[in-house]
């Protein structure tokens, strides 16, 4: 595969797609297959999540879902390879529908804007990007969750899709998105979701093993980017955090990216809290409870700006490479 080949159906759907996210986020009325996702799966839970052998029905909703994504999609974009002026669109259009580093950014620096307002208008700004209830959290609480969320999001909603991209192109990157919106809607530990979402659980915590750890250090590598690697805190000593704390979250991956930012903020993420009306006792990722700032938060965006940049980068320049090595 010439270099050519490789800029026109891996490089330019990428940076198209991601320049896209960068400009427009998730525009209002435009038809979203997330949103279609979203759908199929509620269909599916209405109707299988009751009686009995809830655990067999939960197993074969995920793992059709995932197989008709993948393959669809594979089979798709492999004709579409035949009419250039179509892949173009058609691929970065879905790329651009796969990330969310705009809106996830935007959306946290919203709840910090809303909670120095009120303290109701916080809790329901942050209520839009958290599973978690928020009626009765502190503005202390209210920060911290939007950091998390950035953290955790930044794994799931820019560094997975663009790994699985990597790997695997769009088919991979939409069959993570479908992985990932089954454990968003199913995966709680919950009376209802138990049996029902325990295998989409298990496949999104398999799909993120290796994200949520890039993910943990291009955040340190952006930090000293940004500080400088003679400044700030020492990279050794953010990644011996970060090693620390990240294994100490309840799920297997998301405390490597929320420990990756809580070191370099030098603050407590995690703690107890309330789903559905019930309290889940979760651990603290941090020893130091102190309180969050706007400057906090700035540094933290600014942060998660770099690493999507550096992701990005790295995929691009590992393809190139690689073809370059192919044909020495």
Excluded at 131 to 153: F, K, M, P, V
């Amino acid at each position: 595969m010439d270099l050519h080949v490789i800029f026109m159906f891996v490089i330019a759907p990428l940076l198209i797609g991601w320049c896209l996210d960068l400009l427009l986020g998730d525009p209002e009325g435009i038809p979203h297959p997330i949103i279609f996702f979203g759908k199929w799966i509620a269909w599916w839970e209405k109707h299988l999540n009751q009686g009995t052998h809830r655990f067999l029905k939960g197993a074969i909703t995920a793992v059709c879902s995932i197989t008709l994504v993948f393959i669809s999609t594979w089979f798709l974009m492999k004709w579409l390879r035949n009419y250039p002026t179509l892949f173009l669109p058609v691929a970065s259009l879905g790329v651009f529908f796969c990330l969310a580093g705009h809106t996830l950014r935007k959306e946290v620096r919203s709840v910090f804007e809303a909670v120095d307002e009120s303290l109701e208008r916080g809790r329901v700004q942050v209520g839009r990007i958290v599973g978690r209830d928020t009626a009765e959290l502190t503005a202390q609480e209210i920060r911290t969750a939007a950091l998390e969320t950035l953290a955790e999001n930044l794994s799931d909603g820019v560094i997975a899709p663009l790994f699985w991209y990597a790997l695997l192109g769009l088919p991979g990157m939409l069959t993570y998105k479908m992985i990932n919106t089954l454990d968003s809607m199913i995966g709680y530990q919950n009376e209802r979701y138990r049996q029902f979402g325990c295998w989409a659980a298990h496949i999104d915590d398999i799909a993120n093993y290796i994200p949520a750890r890039l993910s943990a250090v291009l955040i340190l590598l952006a930090y000293k980017c940004h500080h400088g690697f003679r400044r700030g805190k020492r990279f050794k000593e953010l990644w011996a955090f970060t090693r620390e704390f990240g294994p100490q979250h309840a799920s297997p991956n998301s405390g490597w990216p929320e420990a990756a930012l809580a070191g370099i903020l030098d603050c407590r993420f995690g703690g107890p809290h309330n789903y559905f009306g019930q309290i889940f006792p979760k651990p603290y990722i941090g020893t130091n409870p102190r309180n969050l700032t706007k400057e906090d938060m700035q540094l933290s965006i600014h942060v998660a700006w770099i690493a999507e940049i550096h992701a990005v980068l790295i995929i691009c320049t590992t393809y190139i490479l690689a073809d370059w090595a192919f044909f020495i």
